[in-house]
């Protein structure tokens, strides 16, 4: 199926052959058996930790491909928890595989390390309230007189927690990830992190997009593997800004959902559930935006 084709836009997931497990901001999780999940990406959007009531049509589906394209570009730097198992021999109801068919992938289940691993590229977001206030970026210093989007002098690693749906990721210091899973992982997950942002940044500038920040999971498996979990440099978990007209000093236009959270940065609201209704334009053009990122990024 066409990643603009239309198709109804799906909220939530009812596969009733397999246990429902875990109902995140977007994913759906199943277990499958002892060793393996099923992830299915919906169309919930979430912006601020808030999950929104309006959900983007075909934004699962692409998210999956975009996950997956990732998955196999990256291999070299570390394994992913992706496996070669069909989804017709986890989901054989044809109904209930129809419904999930092209936004879901079969992966191992592994145990996830609790903390999210933050790669920024670029002066933006947070970071940049951070740098205003501080002249740091989650406590790492910086030269004096950057501006707003530029391109920082190196990658930054700045890892958060994990939070839950409804909760805020917080940024913590690289001395609390030793802290929370010991000092020769937390250099193994910096320097893992930091070598998936570069590979990603200079494929995507190549095509037509800057990936400003993003942030990957990452597992153990039974040998204590370090592996790529989740999903990888989606719209979702990135910012993706458009080669052409990115400027210095200005906040640049996005194939991601920081389209939407200008929209609701508009509004009255304090980023506490629930969130606010999104206006049709809104929502479609930031369809168009996911399937956009897709084309640039695959050629698809």
Same mark, same amino acid.
């Given at each position: 199926m066409s990643a /603009? +084709?239309? *198709? &109804? &836009?799906? $909220?939530? *997931?009812?596969l009733r052959g397999l246990e429902l497990i875990h109902r995140g901001k977007v994913r759906d999780i199943y277990k499958v058996d002892g060793h393996h999940l099923l992830i299915v990406a919906t169309d919930r959007l979430s912006a601020f930790d808030v999950v929104l009531p309006d959900p983007i049509p075909g934004?699962? %589906?692409i998210l999956t491909r975009i996950s997956e394209f990732w998955f196999e570009k990256t291999r070299h730097i570390v394994?992913?928890? @992706? /496996? !070669?198992i069909p989804l017709e021999q986890v989901v054989p109801d044809p109904a209930e595989r129809a419904q999930v068919a092209d936004r879901s992938m079969v992966v191992k289940h592994l145990r996830a390390l609790p $903390?999210?691993?933050v790669v920024r590229g670029y002066l933006i977001g947070s970071g940049w309230r951070d740098y205003q206030e501080t002249g740091m970026v989650c406590? $790492?210093?910086l030269p004096q007189g950057l501006q707003l989007a530029e391109k920082l002098p190196e990658p930054l690693f700045t890892p958060a927690t994990k939070a839950k749906v409804g909760a805020h990721d917080e940024n913590i210091s690289y001395e609390r990830v030793v802290e929370l899973i010991g000092a020769d992982l937390a250099a193994q997950v910096r320097s893992t992190a930091l070598a998936l942002y570069r590979f990603a940044a200079e494929y995507a500038l190549a095509r037509g997009i800057i990936i400003a920040d993003t942030k990957f999971e990452f597992g153990l498996d039974e040998g204590g593997q370090l592996t790529l979990i989740d999903e990888a440099l989606t719209p979702d978990s990135s910012r993706f800004w458009p080669v052409d /007209?990115? %400027?210095v000093g200005t906040s640049p236009p996005s194939f !991601?959902?920081?389209f939407v959270r200008d929209y609701l940065e508009t509004l009255s609201w304090d980023k506490r559930p629930p969130g606010p209704k999104l206006p049709p334009d809104i929502i479609e053009r930031t369809s168009a935006k996911y +399937?956009? +990122? @897709?084309? %640039?990024l695959t050629a698809r």
């Open positions: /603009t +084709a239309p *198709s &109804p &836009p799906m $909220i939530e *997931s009812n934004k699962g %589906r394994p992913n928890h @992706l /496996t !070669d $903390i999210e691993a406590g $790492i210093a /007209t990115y %400027r !991601d959902k920081q +399937a956009e +990122a @897709l084309e %640039r």
